[in-house]
């Protein structure tokens, strides 16, 4: 058994890492500013602590240092999920929360994976900027080309996950750019009328369940022992017909993860969700990815 920290574990993604987890047989100390709506068996279990935390909270650095005592594993899922205002939303949460969670992984004398959440989105000057797919499918290596604020932010998260594994030789960090999971009814119809564009087209389709067996993969796969910084893409599968952005192959060889679902599967996690009325996103689209590329 494993005690793995999950912030953002109420989140579309975190809940379904949580659940992994859990079912796995791991303990999970999950952190967020409230639990799952509909309180699911696994999130009420004995495998599962809570921690309502809210990372702007003046008290977040030491409340995060406790809730990494003894544990082995970190996966930082928290954040601002698209583009908003900077310094009032982007920087405390992304910027700042950021730093605090990596810090308290940095202080532990425990921890020795961190699995950290970076997007997509610092890509989608690819395929979208410039209307082309001939750089597909895309490398760990390939330079970034953020088309947004929010993606600069995840370009620092992939930063920071370096200099956390550059600080604590012995402690193997993974920053995956996952692809785009949908939050409303309102993403799944467009996706099932065809919806293209940046991060709402079918070939940029995760599940929930995808997602949340990926972060599974990525805490208990033996590495080698010498990997101590690596980016890895997580896609669902790509439909027939569809564009490859994402090379998979290194998730595939390093993790031994394949992606199970193809749109449509595993949208009802996410139809489900938005008819519970919970949403941790309420009200930060201020600034769209698609109002950026315009019309």
């Not at 956390?164 to 993974?174: D, K």
């Not at 993403?187 to 709402?200: H, I, P, T």
């Amino acid at each position: 058994m494993t005690i793995v920290v999950v912030t953002g574990a109420s989140g579309r993604i975190g809940k379904s890492v949580a659940q992994h987890l859990v079912e796995a047989g791991h303990e999970v100390r999950a952190v967020d500013m409230q639990q799952p709506a509909g309180a699911p068996s696994w999130a009420s279990g004995p495998r599962i602590e809570w921690t309502l935390l809210d990372l702007q909270s003046a008290d977040a650095a030491d409340r995060l240092k406790a809730v990494c005592e003894g544990a082995s594993a970190l996966v930082h899922l928290a954040a601002v999920p698209d583009d908003a205002p900077f310094i009032e939303r982007l920087v405390p949460i992304n910027i700042v929360g950021l730093f605090q969670v990596l810090e308290a992984a940095r202080e532990s004398p425990s921890i020795s994976r961190v699995v950290v959440a970076s997007s997509g989105k610092i890509m989608y000057g690819y395929g979208y900027g410039d209307g082309s797919t001939s750089s597909m499918p895309l490398q760990a290596g390939t330079p970034p080309q953020p088309i947004c604020m929010y993606g600069a932010t995840k370009m620092f998260a992939e930063g920071a996950s370096q200099a956390l594994a550059f600080a604590r030789p012995g402690t193997q960090v993974i920053a995956v750019r996952f692809a785009w999971c949908p939050r409303t009814t309102a993403d799944v119809r467009n996706l099932e009328q065809g919806g293209s564009g940046a991060g709402v087209a079918i070939d940029e389709y995760l599940s929930p369940r995808d997602a949340g067996s990926f972060c599974l993969a990525a805490v208990t796969a033996r590495l080698p022992p010498e990997l101590s910084y690596r980016v890895l893409a997580c896609c669902s599968k790509v439909p027939a017909g569809g564009v490859v952005r994402w090379d998979l192959s290194d998730a595939r060889d390093l993790l031994g993860w394949e992606p199970q679902d193809t749109f449509p599967e595993g949208v009802a996690d996410i139809l489900a969700d938005n008819e519970s009325g919970y949403t941790n996103v309420d009200g930060l689209f201020t600034h769209s990815s698609e109002a950026l590329l315009g019309d």
